[in-house]
């Protein structure tokens, strides 16, 4: 293994004519509703370095979406994945087990909030995690209603978009969509009208009693979010509500589902996120940061429901694959190893103190908030008004993709530009990171 120098370093325009190159090929072969953020074609991964194929060291404030926390090709990933390559690739656990699986599983009941009995079941992706343990409500409950959230994003399959909320890129033109799904308000406390004070009460009052209208309690199977909602804008909800969530799905035998494929794994400065307000999840889903990389994903829960559906009704040919398992096991023994919640905390502070300091400065920048090594900026017209800003998001992207920093917007109105950086980076890239953020505002 070659380590990447972590250092930025621009040897050619952005993107390079090699990268050019890659991507008039891709544009021939490759369908065009999958998009890429920045059309720089990788070669390397390390730490907090994107290494491209011109030559060019790019910061990696995206880590391929929160999936990348311990780092592209963290020393632990690489050599418990290689060792099981070698061993087999695949035998189906449904076909026949493997330790690995096990193992996964045993880890997510150590790590999962709460003391009571847990299982897990394992899948490939964030989607399908989301999916199953919708089947797993729903045979648990023997009821069909589920209830998401405003700005809620949950996958891009059929039921998972029916559970996101934005149309746009998601759901456009790919209906219908899965029946018996219900949104309702969140506690999005810079935009609530009575104020942040007053949002997590007023937020979960509001959605309490548009469920029990709506839908009634009794016909509720789940009530899924995401702790801190991702792709919605980084939306942390609003003191208070989640609590009110937890405890109506509690006196009322509905499922709690905390999606954290984002949130999870260290991210928020928590093995997860939901932990912050003392939440313990019924059912707790996971992906993207479990496995350093590798396609993994899982259910975990209380053993009483994870064990609800029947025996062979779920499952799937590559759900838990042993170098995916392989992987998680290297993932979580580096965030353990290097104790990667303390750094996320550390990205935190280091973050908001500069980000806050350049608010001071610029005042499109109408919110900083999220958690540990999952923050965001939200950009405004002007900070009365909170009129979304998306154009300043995009052009503050570009900015930072021209001079080597690799960031992401997220948010419903496009307005939010977030920063997910590998928990295993640098002090110094993460403030040159933040430095050519700063330098991208001036120019704006
Ligand atoms: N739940 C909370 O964040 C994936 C999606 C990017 P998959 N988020 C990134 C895109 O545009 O497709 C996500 C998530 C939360 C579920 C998912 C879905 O996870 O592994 O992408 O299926």
């Not at 060019?56 to 929160?66: E, H, K, P, V």
């Not at 990348?68 to 070698?86: C, D, F, I, K, Y």
């Not at 989640?242 to 093995?271: H, M, Y």
Request: glycine letters at 12%; hydrophobic letters at 45%.
């Amino acid at each position: 293994m070659t380590a990447v120098p972590q250092e930025r370093k621009l040897v050619t325009a952005i993107p390079g004519p090699k990268s050019q190159e890659l991507q008039a090929r891709r544009l021939d072969a490759v369908a065009g509703g999958v998009g890429s953020v920045l059309p720089v074609f990788t070669k390397r991964l390390d730490g907090g370095i994107l290494e491209d194929v011109d030559g060019n060291r790019l910061i990696d404030f995206g880590s391929g979406i929160a999936v990348t926390s311990v780092g592209g090709s963290a020393e632990a990933v690489v050599r418990r994945a290689t060792a099981q390559l070698a061993d087999f690739t695949h035998t189906c656990f449904m076909v026949t087990p493997y330790e690995g699986y096990v193992e996964v599983c045993e880890a997510l009941a150590e790590l999962t909030p709460g003391d009571h009995a847990k299982k897990s079941a394992l899948f490939n992706s964030g989607a399908e995690a989301v999916e199953n343990a919708v089947k797993i409500a729903r045979a648990h409950t023997k009821r069909q209603a589920v209830v998401v959230f405003d700005h809620g994003y949950h996958g891009r399959t059929n039921l998972t978009m029916a559970l996101t909320a934005k149309n746009m890129p998601y759901k456009h033109g790919f209906g219908p969509f899965a029946p018996e799904v219900y949104r309702v308000p969140v506690a999005y406390g810079y935009r609530w009208p009575t104020g942040a004070e007053n949002c997590g009460p007023e937020a979960a009052a509001q959605a309490i009693d548009q469920i029990t209208k709506q839908i009634g309690a009794e016909n509720v199977a789940a009530i899924i979010i995401e702790p801190v909602l991702g792709e919605g804008g980084f939306i942390e909800p609003a003191k208070g509500f989640l609590p009110a969530i937890v405890k109506f799905a509690n006196d009322n035998g509905i499922v709690f589902v905390a999606d954290e494929i984002q949130s999870g794994f260290c991210r928020t400065g928590q093995w997860f996120a939901c932990e912050d307000e003392g939440i313990v999840p019924d059912l707790i889903t996971t992906a993207k940061g479990i496995a350093g990389g590798l396609p993994l994903a899982a259910v975990t829960g209380r053993a009483e429901i994870m064990d609800a559906a029947h025996a062979g009704g779920l499952g799937g040919t590559y759900g838990g694959n042993p170098v995916a398992c392989a992987g998680a096991l290297g993932s979580i023994e580096t965030m353990k190893e290097l104790d990667l919640n303390a750094k996320a905390k550390e990205i935190e502070s280091v973050m908001k103190a500069r980000l806050s300091a350049m608010q001071e400065k610029y005042e499109i920048i109408g919110d900083i908030r999220g958690r540990g090594a999952m923050i965001a900026i939200e950009l405004v017209k002007d900070p009365a008004s909170k009129t979304p800003n998306p154009e300043a998001a995009a052009a503050l992207a570009k900015a930072c993709h021209a001079e080597g920093v690799i960031v992401l917007t997220c948010g419903t109105y496009g307005n939010v530009l977030r920063f997910l950086p590998p928990l295993v980076i640098g002090e110094d890239l993460l403030n040159e990171g933040l430095d050519v953020i700063e330098a991208a505002f001036a120019t704006l």
